[in-house]
């Protein structure tokens, strides 16, 4: 996969150093995609939302627990999980995980 082109008007924010994506704004965005991706009811399984940072992204991470008793073609949805870099907001990981249901 090639890296998507960032256009010269992000230059001198990269120079100064500059993270455009604070918390609250990744976790706002977290939420938006999240909810986008997922739909409202599997979001709301989600939270709270727990919310880290590496030295150059943060790391939302939603709270659900595998339920058994809800497999689809036994395979049972789980905690989301969503990267974005700080220095441009872009979105570098977004999964589910699921796990085997036991027939």
Request: glycine share 4%.
């Amino acid at each position: 996969m090639t890296k998507p082109l960032e256009d010269i008007s992000m230059k001198p924010h990269r120079a100064a150093g500059t993270n455009l994506a604070t918390r609250e704004i990744a976790l706002a965005l977290a939420e938006m995609i999240l909810k986008h991706a997922y739909g409202e009811e599997d979001f709301r399984m989600q939270l709270p939302l727990r919310v880290s940072e590496t030295s150059d992204r943060w790391v939302i991470e939603g709270s659900r627990t595998y339920d058994y008793s809800k497999a689809v073609n036994n395979l049972v949805a789980g905690k989301v999980e969503i990267e974005i870099l700080k220095a441009n907001c872009q979105i570098v990981k977004l999964i589910q995980k699921t796990d085997f249901a036991v027939p």
